[in-house]
């Protein structure tokens, strides 16, 4: 038996059959790499001062301060940090603050600590290894700044004032 194809469907079917290939969808295809480096990195968003408030001109003892300081910083996840501070503005073998207003300066020597029982001293460069150290986690972190006016000290009355640097090694 023979099948029979109208003659409007067999010239439609001719003309489908007789379009050239290029017709049809073509496609090319390549890959785009994305990328980021992310660094590690720390800022510092704050610094409160250390006040040692009114100490008596005659004390023996040695004297904490009334107020302690801080740092607070930001440092990149996984970011190992060091806190130093520098010797101050008015160096000598120690860390000491000088008269505001006396003719003949005087200095009254003090250090930093990371500790509430003040033993871990805040290491000046080229120590930026030594405690306080930590990680960065992403979010700020917080340092208290101790200090202590060493013993047998016997200023002559006066304000006494230092800057210090802190620097934050990473």
Same mark, same amino acid.
Request: net charge neutral; charged share 10%; aromatic share 6%.
């Given at each position: ?9 067999a !010239? ?9 290939? &290029? ?14 480096? *992310?660094? /590690? &990195?720390?800022?510092?968003? =704050? *610094? ?6 009114? %100490?008596?001109?005659t004390?023996?003892?040695?004297q ?12 990149? =996840? !996984?970011? &190992?940090?060091?806190l130093?501070?520098d010797? !101050? ?8 603050? *000088? =008269? ?8 009254l ?6 500790? #509430?029982?003040?033993? %871990?001293? %805040?290491?000046?460069? #080229?120590?930026?290894? !030594?405690?306080?150290?930590g ?12 200090? /202590?006016?060493?013993?047998?000290? /016997?200023?002559?009355p006066d304000?006494?004032?230092?800057d *210090?640097i ?5």
């Open positions: 038996m023979r099948t029979r194809i109208p003659l409007a469907a !010239g439609m079917l001719a003309c489908l059959a007789a379009q050239p290939a &290029s017709a049809q969808s073509q496609t090319a295809e390549a890959t785009m790499y994305i990328t980021a480096r *992310v660094v /590690k &990195s720390c800022a510092i968003e =704050s *610094v409160s001062g250390l006040a040692f408030g009114d %100490i008596e001109g004390a023996q003892a040695a904490n301060e009334a107020i302690p300081g801080a740092i607070s910083f930001r440092c990149s =996840s !996984g970011t &190992s940090w060091a130093t501070a010797s !101050g503005s008015n160096p000598g073998a120690t860390r000491r603050m *000088v =008269s505001q207003a006396l003719a003949t300066p005087e200095y020597g003090y250090d930093l600590f990371s500790d #509430p029982a003040r033993t %871990i001293a %805040i290491s000046t460069p #080229p120590g930026s290894g !030594g405690p306080p150290n990680q960065g986690t992403g979010a700020t972190q917080t340092v208290q700044i101790y200090g /202590k006016i060493f013993a047998g000290t /016997k200023p002559t304000n006494y004032l230092d *210090v802190l620097t934050i090694h990473y």
